[in-house]
Every structure is written in structure tokens, then in C-alpha cells.
């Protein structure tokens, strides 16, 4: 069947099945733009005119089944009303794909998020294609916004709400075989079957998928049980204030039957406020500070297969791992196999979280990494990075005896966090070599790793470096050889406050409290007893010119209690978990004093070029520090604060050294 159409592909097969592929023009990604779905709705009219046995929904790219919407729409909405067109254009196209006369199966390859699942949901089929890019979710609230184009009525519908709100307020994605056992999924097949699975199950005349009758009693007398209990979850780990987007979810499923074309402007739940919220725009902002990141590395071809990490301590162990679980042949070294031991049993952990539904690839993850005390995947590896203490001499002596052996294109990369990588490089025949990759604590975890350049360092090798990291699914961060560069760079005064701050009285709970309302992940101290205090000693004086280090640090220090890794610090821990008294009333003030040294490091960042510009301070310091991401990263938030000063001015830090 020809057609004039330019984002869908419209054939019938000898079965009178009708295929719609999605292959939006000049995009390497599917997303639902308005000329898409205009599109869409004027195949659905051509087929009403000769209907299909069925109708298959698929993707004609190799890059996924659907994105989501076209976020650059959502940065255009000047208005509640702008917005209210854009949801009702999908939300009535959606009803209809759910209401057409002929059975319809989504089948779904790749990524499926957002509005792409919403147009699955509405399908009466679904299948999955049992591969490790296929992933769905409804991750709207990451955005700061809500799922408006059906999520919020047929996922509970589908699945049960219980399962559903915990997809659609945190935005986390569930694989294939996930789905299936959610009943998100009809079927879960290999990709050599699945149109023939497709052609198969959508002519079938299969009832549609219905959860059990205890969700459906959740899904309707018992609503407002299953409300309340996901308000008060909620709100354990965001507030109201300042993420409105995942209250406004449960709220309209629950009053509204999940239709926010219903909700009246006036209530806080409603299109207009959402998007008039400045969490909206900013969380939009972060993502496409994300997109940016990623982009970073994209038009370099590194292929790597072998990467040698030496330093099985937590850092370079997980660093392992993570290489390993990414699909590379790793070798890690250490001094002796018994230190190799805890590294290679944390990997197993991780390897049975991350792929806890497939016991065969966690097997050929575990076969991929390889213990090594001898060092002798030097010589084999693409990429080596050195992941040993912070001492100067001792870097420089490994990395120069790994340089004689390594081959001669091999990527040699240090996970120093505070040395400069010119020092390093000194002990090198060939200085330019060398290049910083630093990753973050806890390395499964945070998706930053700052790409360091040294003076002498070869573009060509920081592009390999960049390359590197996006092919391992981090966000490459590039920053100069500064001290602390930039993340490290940021907390260093912002911890430094804090302790400050304990050492005048203020209790550690009450700190730590102050902050999180502020909006950050974890509460400053909590993050020092994390780091390590020793640590925190170590790099103090470097990250912060403080003449004098806190107190209480000090103290602890030399007591030997080093935080979390020692079981006490300015708290006591018992199985990973800090033991918190009581949180006092917080000084007026006590928040903004704290946060403002971060403000101002990055803004020092900026200027000195530690990064090239403030954009690029924002998502590193959001992506390595979890720097409250609804105020935009701090330059953003310095911007929207405008030239008040913060209630410690910087006359009162510098007397608080003495």
C-alpha cells in the first residue's frame, strides 16, 4: 500500500494484517512530535475506510520503538491553555487507538518510554522483544510533569496501582521479561520470532490481559487506601514543594480517573500548575543538560574489549565491575588474590541486582571479570586506569612500570580525585598519555565520571577517554587539571561548612536535615562519614585552603573512627546505615550558609575554566553530587537567586577558620 505519508510506513500482509512502522524523518530516535501524531490520525482515518484483521504497531529504526513526545514541544508551551491542546491531542488519539473495531499489538523493540507506552497501553496486545535494549517505563516525572496521554488511566488498569504508581512515580524502567511477569506484556519472545509472534497473537481473538481481583479492588472501592498509603511512601523521599509532579499523579488517578484534562486549573494538580511550576522548567532544563553529556564522545570510534583496572579497593573494584557488567573482558589487580576477594564478591551483588532475571548473563558477566595480582593483562588491555590511593609517588611509579609494559595505543587513564594529572604524568616517557577518568562513589550509582585533561594531554586521547565513558553508560563530564576539579572541587567547601557548623554546636542530625529539606539527596555530614573521614582530612586543605581542619574531624581521625568504613564517625552505623538521634530546629539560615561555598566554587569553576561554560558546571555538579535537580544546578540557581547575598557572607566564613 503506497501512501503519502512521511513518519509512518503503512503495508498489509497476505494475512490482511496491517503494519505500521514509526520511522519519524530526519531523527535517529522515534518521538511523537504533533506532525506525528496529525500523522497517525490520518492513517487510523484510511484504515477505518477498509479495516484490517488486525493492526501491528512496531518501529522501522534500529534505535528502539519510541522515545517518548517530542520534549522540545513541552519548552514551547507559553500557557495552561498551550498545554491542555498538546495533552487532549494525545490523550482523544489514544482514546481512539484504544477504541478501534479491529484488534491493534504494540510490538515493542528497544526502548519504549512515555508517550510511546501510552500508544502501547492503548493497544488491546502487547509483545517484548527479550533483549537487553528493550526497556519501558512511564519516566514523565523525571521531567517534572505527569503521564497524560493515558498512563494514568490504563496502567493501574493493566497491571494493578500498586505497581503501577511505583512505575509512574519514580519513572524506573522494567525490561522485557519484567513486563512480562508485571502483565505490562502479553508475550516475551526472541527477536527471530516476533513477527510471526505478532501476526499470530493479534488475530488470536485472545481475551485482553486483567490483573487479579484483589488489584482490581484496589483500582476501585479500595482507591483511596492505596492512595494514601503512596502519598505517605511519597513523601519520605520528595517534597511537595518541590517536586509537585509525583503528588499530582497520584492525585489524579485517584480523583480524577487518571484524565488530567479533568482537573479544574485551580487545583494544584492541574495542567496549568504543573506547567507553569518552576520545577517543570528546570527539570527540563536537566535533561537536556543530560542530552548534552551524552552527546559528548558520540562521533569517536573506540572499540573497546579489554580494560586492566589496578586497585581492588571499592573504587576500582566497582569500576571493574561496571566495565565488566558492560560486556568488557577485565582484568583487576591488586597486590595479592586475597584482596582481589571482596572486589569479585561485590561484583557478584551487583551482577544479581542489575541482571537478577537472566542467571546466564550474570554468569558470563562473573566469567568476564578476571582477578589478576600478577598485572598481566597490562599488555592485552584497551584501557587501563589506575585506581590505587592518593599518594603522588606511588601513582607515579605504577603508572610508569604500566606504561613500559602497555601497548602503544593502549588508553592509560588515572581515577585520581584531587592530584593533578600534569604531577602525574611527570614519571611518563610520554606525558601526553596520560588522562584523567574519574568516577564517583558509589560507582553503580552515580552517573558522572569527569574526563580530566592534562596540559600535555593529546585531543585525540580525551576523545577516546570520552568515548570510553559513554560506551560504559556513564555521562562524560570534560573539566581541566584543577585541584579537585570540579565535583570534588564544589563539595569540598560545601562539607567544610557543614563541619563547621557541628563544630559550633549544631547538632549533625539537624544539619544533615536542613540540607535534605533544602533539596539535596543526603545530608553533608551523612556524605563525609560516606567519603571517609580520612579522606575528608586529606583533601581538605587542597579543595579548600582551610589553614585548620573542623574539630570534630580532626578528632575522629585520630581516634580512628573513619565514618561509614569503621562503623562510627559524627554517627554510628550498623549494616550501611547511619543511626540518626533527633533533628533539632535549624538556625535561621542554616541551609543557605551551607550551600552557599558550593555555590561559589562553582561559580569559581566557571570562571577559571576548570569546565567550559555554566551549563556544563549545572550537570556535573546535578549528575556527581545530586545537587537538588528541580533548582536547575547551582548556576542556574545562583542566576534565578539574583545578587542577594546568602545568609553567611564570606566575611563570616573567612573568621570562622580561626
Known amino acids: 500500500m503506497s501512501e503519502p505519508f512521511i513518519h509512518w510506513k503503512l503495508r498489509r500482509d497476505a494475512d490482511d494484517v496491517a503494519w505500521l512502522r514509526f520511522d519519524r524523518a530526519g531523527a535517529s530516535t522515534n518521538t511523537l512530535s504533533t506532525e506525528a501524531l496529525d500523522e497517525l490520525a490520518r492513517l487510523l482515518d484510511r484504515l477505518d475506510g477498509e479495516r484490517p484483521k488486525g493492526l501491528v504497531i512496531a518501529s522501522a529504526k534500529a534505535a528502539g520503538f519510541i522515545a517518548g513526545a517530542d520534549i522540545d514541544e513541552f519548552t514551547r508551551l507559553a500557557s495552561g491553555e498551550d498545554a491542555r491542546g498538546l495533552v487532549a491531542r494525545g490523550w482523544e488519539l ?38 537487553p535494549g528493550t526497556r519501558m517505563a512511564l519516566p514523565e516525572v523525571m521531567i517534572g510533569i505527569v503521564p497524560a496521554w493515558g498512563g494514568m488511566l490504563r496502567l493501574p488498569a493493566l497491571i494493578g496501582p500498586a505497581a503501577a504508581l511505583d512505575l509512574m512515580l519514580t519513572g524506573r524502567t522494567v525490561d522485557a521479561r519484567r513486563a512480562k511477569r508485571l502483565g505490562l506484556v502479553d508475550e516475551c519472545v526472541a527477536p527471530r520470532i516476533m513477527d510471526n509472534a505478532a501476526r499470530l497473537l493479534v488475530v488470536s481473538g485472545r481475551p485482553r490481559h486483567r490483573p487479579g481481583w484483589t488489584q482490581r479492588l484496589m483500582n476501585g472501592p479500595l482507591k ?3 492512595a494514601e498509603k ?22 489524579i488517578w485517584h480523583r480524577f480517573g487518571g484524565n488530567a484534562l479533568a482537573v479544574p486549573a485551580a487545583e494544584a494538580s492541574s495542567l496549568e500548575s504543573i506547567v507553569s ?8 532544563r536537566v535533561f537536556f543538560l543530560q542530552e548534552r553529556l551524552k552527546g559528548f564522545g558520540k562521533a569517536v570510534d573506540f572499540p573497546v574489549r579489554r580494560v586492566h583496572v589496578v586497585g581492588a579497593g571499592v573504587m576500582g573494584g566497582d569500576i571493574a565491575a561496571w566495565c565488566a557488567l558492560r560486556g568488557m573482558i577485565v582484568t583487576l589487580q591488586d597486590q595479592s588474590a586475597e584482596r582481589i576477594a571482596p572486589a569479585v564478591a561485590r561484583a557478584a ?14 554468569r558470563f558477566a562473573m566469567d568476564r571479570l578476571i582477578a589478576d595480582p600478577g598485572g598481566h593483562g597490562v599488555r592485552h588491555a584497551d584501557v587501563i586506569i589506575e585506581a590505587i590511593f592518593e599518594d603522588l609517588d606511588a601513582k607515579r611509579a605504577l603508572l610508569a612500570d604500566i606504561e613500559a609494559r602497555a601497548k602503544p595505543d593502549a588508553l592509560l587513564a588515572t581515577n585520581t580525585s584531587s592530584l593533578r594529572i600534569e604531577d602525574i604524568a611527570e614519571a611518563l616517557a610520554q606525558p601526553s598519555r596520560l588522562v584523567g577518568i574519574h568516577f564517583f562513589n558509589p560507582v553503580a550509582k552515580l552517573p558522572l565520571v569527569e574526563v580530566v585533561r592534562g596540559a600535555a594531554t593529546e585531543q585525540a586521547l580525551l576523545d577516546r577517554a570520552t568515548a570510553f565513558v559513554r560506551g560504559i553508560d556513564k555521562l562524560p563530564l570534560p573539566v581541566a587539571s584543577a585541584p579537585g576539579f570540579l565535583v570534588n572541587a564544589v563539595l569540598g567547601p560545601y562539607m567544610l561548612e557543614a563541619m563547621r557548623c557541628v563544630d ?8 544533615d536535615r536542613a540540607l535534605v529539606e533544602f533539596g539535596m539527596p543526603m545530608g553533608p555530614i551523612e556524605l563525609v562519614d560516606t567519603v571517609g573521614l580520612d579522606i575528608a582530612l586529606a583533601a581538605g586543605k587542597a579543595l579548600t585552603g582551610a589553614a585548620q581542619p573542623p574539630r570534630k574531624l580532626e578528632a575522629l581521625v585520630t581516634d580512628g573512627h573513619l565514618g561509614r568504613k569503621s562503623g562510627r564517625g559524627f554517627y554510628r552505623w550498623s549494616d550501611g546505615k547511619a543511626q540518626k538521634g533527633a533533628a533539632g530546629a535549624a538556625p535561621e539560615g542554616l541551609a543557605a550558609r551551607i550551600v552557599e561555598p558550593l555555590l561559589q566554587a562553582a561559580r569559581r569553576c566557571v570562571a577559571e575554566g576548570v569546565v567550559a561554560d555554566a551549563d556544563l558546571a549545572d550537570a556535573g555538579v546535578i549528575f556527581g553530587t545530586g545537587f537538588a535537580p528541580f533548582a536547575g544546578g547551582p548556576m542556574h540557581y545562583l542566576e534565578q537567586r539574583g545578587p ?12 570562622s577558620d580561626s
Open 94 to 131: 489514544f482514546n481512539r487507538v484504544a477504541a478501534l473495531p479491529y484488534p491493534t499489538l504494540a510490538l515493542i523493540r528497544g526502548h519504549c518510554m512515555g508517550g510511546g507506552l501510552e500508544l502501547a497501553l492503548a493497544c488491546r496486545y502487547r509483545i517484548a522483544v527479550d533483549e
Open 224 to 226: 483511596h487506601l492505596v
Open 230 to 251: 503512596a502519598r505517605g511512601r511519597l513523601a519520605g523521599r520528595a517534597r511537595q514543594q518541590h517536586y509537585p509532579a509525583p503528588y499530582a499523579i497520584i492525585d
Open 277 to 284: 511550576s518552576p520545577t517543570a522548567r528546570n527539570l527540563i
Open 349 to 362: 551483588k551487583l551482577f544479581g541486582r542489575k541482571l537478577r532475571s537472566d542467571r546466564r548473563q550474570q
Open 504 to 511: 559550633e554546636g549544631v547538632a549533625a542530625e539537624t544539619v
Open 644 to 655: 542577594q547575598r546568602a545568609a553567611s557572607d564570606s566575611s563570616d566564613t573567612e573568621n
